[in-house]
């Protein structure tokens, strides 16, 4: 008895490190009976059950994966699954990878696999469709169709792509083409960028990626009047801002190998940020003959280099992609992708939820906590955004006191109040800006005062210390403004003319959705003070700050925004709304809001960023420019930084949070069970 409960004990200390042959054996009868009847009859289902059939699937071999495990203490691959008697056949719907040191396993899906698709929900569908400025899907929803010369990753660093490398020839350098030719400067006096493409690649239409691809698909391609040149500042006979000159002018065209395929862009003035401004999505490569939107005769087109081909788009309902399998790089792990359209950030959170789509875009912030407790995945990206207040410094004629605008009835007709600097600082220093970010955006926000990603400027962010939280000093102001007249009913300041402290808030970029709550609280905090606040709320982009807006007619007091560095180059928003001489602009901000010239170090700091060789000191340079703004002229008022929050079910994997949502790249992300 003594002997068999010795036995008895041994087997107990023994059970923790595998099973019995015999429990080994049954178990092994159970999944062959289930691995004969189910894995492999649900390989053929049809759409309607793929879910269902993956499911089944991945159970059963997760199942076949412990059983191994707990009688060898590794895990094993599907042949070696199969050779142990585990399962019947290789699975179809899954692969199985097994890590180097087999103690952990994936399962990708195959093509075959329901999950080797993937829905995804995205914000509003905001496409332009026609001209110069046409990006079905490049821009601002990136799909994968299209490439750039260069790329920026998540760390806002510029990494190749299309172009191998880059350098910059001084303009005194004498150049020639592949057969000695010599190649006359375009402008003279300003250097020229040399870019090294990358040989044997084709467009998703089979036409070959060469340098005369690149000057037609690209710099030709974004000459025209809308666009200016873009950032890169383009010349050509399309732009009507600069000289008839070509900037692009192909150097080598076999591209064949890494040191053939050359091609030499100009800009039209010196620009020494091209590197870090090419890789924005509006700058992609499109196939020469073909457009980024309605394509002739009807329909759309959308033909790159990506890793996805385009398939079909619906306006405001839908856009689908397919995997190029000809694609130059490693393929994509995905075999398609939809992407959907939900303006409503609720609506993206319950189709999460629902199962309509994997993954969204722009989570809502106060339902981080919820979609983490439920199971979902939540990626956070770095602060690449901001939440800001423009400050009309500029009003128009037509709407400062003493034009008539006083008759305007509805919302406040005159928008002069803001010229006076104490008003603009009392409203700065009227914001609790932690209160904000711990309130309003649910603790899903920075406190950054800066316009510019922190890392787009690092080291000196900190130089930007912008207003902190002082209703005291904010009163003070206003008093010495001379907004000291009996308050009204509501507590809102008046001055001895009678006129009442009230300011029109526009909410519209990129659309009113994205900036609630904000503008209800903004209206709260500056009534503390005595200021009221008439609430504007804008559909569409082009009606808060495009041709006849409400900003271009001057026709507010504060614009409110949520921005985004999507770009490298360190002043890209002072490039984007504040550009000087020689870099003309159609951007409607410099009428309402230029520093200059009361405060000009904004504007030559702004200006020095274009031709500063050293990136170090654009950084330093850029965040001088901005502290000027938003310190000293009181006209830029950031509110909070921004991290962008994509949220996925647990299937989705390989996803890489960018602080740009534009740049998002779809390549590496895959289903897993």
Known sequence: MIESRRRLEQRRLQGSGGFTLIELLVVIV????????????????????????????????????????????????????KAAGLLTAIPTLHNVV??????????????????????????????????????????????????????????????????????????????????????????????????????????HNGTPFNATAVKVGLFDRILGPASQGGSIKAGGPANTT?????????????????????????????????????????????????????????????????????????????LVVTRNPDYWGTPALLKGITFKFFPDATARRLALQAGTVDFIFDAPRSDVNLLTSGGF????????????????????????????????????????????????????????????VN???????????????????????????????????ANTLLDQAGWTSPRQADGTRTRADGRALELTLISGFPDAASNEPMPDYLKGVLAAVGIRVIIVKIAASSEYSGAGSTMALGKGDMWLEQGNQN??????????????????????YPARFAPAPEYPTFNTQTQQTFTDPNLDNVRLETATAFKDAIENAAVLAPLAGIFRIYAMNSSVKGFVAHPAFLHVQWAGVSRVQ
């Not at 159970?30 to 089944?56: Q, Y």
């Not at 980024?292 to 309902?317: E, M």
């Not at 002043?571 to 870099?583: D, S």
Request: proline share 7%; hydrophobic share 40%.
């Open 567 to 588: 770009d490298a180059n360190p002043a890209f928003i002072t490039f984007v709304l504040y550009t000087g001489p020689g870099f003309a602009s159609a951007s409607t």
């Open 377 to 436: 995945t939540v990626a956070k990206s770095g602060v690449g955004t901001y939440d800001a207040l423009y400050l009309n410094k500029i009003p128009t004629a037509a709407y400062t006191q003493g034009s008539g605008c006083e008759a305007q009835t509805g919302v406040n007709g005159c928008h002069d109040l803001l010229a006076d600097v104490r008003v603009r600082k009392a409203v700065n220093y009227a914001i609790d800006r932690q209160a904000l």
């Open 439 to 473: 309130g309003p955006l649910s603790g899903q926000a920075t406190t950054d005062q800066t316009f510019v990603a922190p890392l787009a400027i690092s080291p000196y962010q900190s130089m930007i210390t912008g207003y902190p939280f002082d209703l005291a000093q």
């Open 98 to 203: 097994v890590a180097a040191d087999q103690k952990s396993y994936s399962m990708p899906c195959t093509d075959a696999a329901a999950c080797s698709q993937l829905t995804v929900g995205f914000t509003q569908d905001v496409y332009v469709l026609t001209g110069a400025k046409a990006a079905l899907g490049a821009y601002p929803l990136n799909t994968g169709i299209f490439e750039t010369l260069l790329r920026l990753d998540e760390n806002y660093n510029v990494v190749p792509s299309l172009a191998l490398s880059y350098e910059l020839i001084p303009a005194s350098t004498p150049r020639t083409d592949a057969g000695g030719t010599p190649l006359a400067n375009p402008y003279p006096g300003v250097d020229t960028w040399r870019f090294h493409l990358r040989p044997n690649v084709k467009f």
């Open 30 to 81: 159970i999944l062959g009976i289930l691995a004969g009847v189910v894995v492999f009859a649900v390989s053929g289902v049809t759409d309607k059950g793929a879910k269902s059939a993956d499911a089944i699937d991945a159970r059963i071999v997760r199942t076949a994966e412990e059983a191994y495990y707990a009688k060898n203490g590794v895990y094993t691959d599907a042949p070696g699954l």
């Open 242 to 318: 600069a000289p008839t000159a070509e900037s692009a002018q192909v150097v080598d065209d076999t591209c064949t190998t890494n040191t053939n395929c050359t091609i030499d862009f100009t800009p039209y003035v010196e620009n020494l940020r091209v590197p870090q401004q090419i890789v924005h999505p509006n700058n992609a490569v499109s196939a020469p003959g073909t457009i980024q939107g309605s394509a002739a005769g009807g329909g759309f087109q959308a033909v790159g280099t990506g890793p996805f081909k385009f398939v079909s788009y619906t306006p405001g309902s839908s």
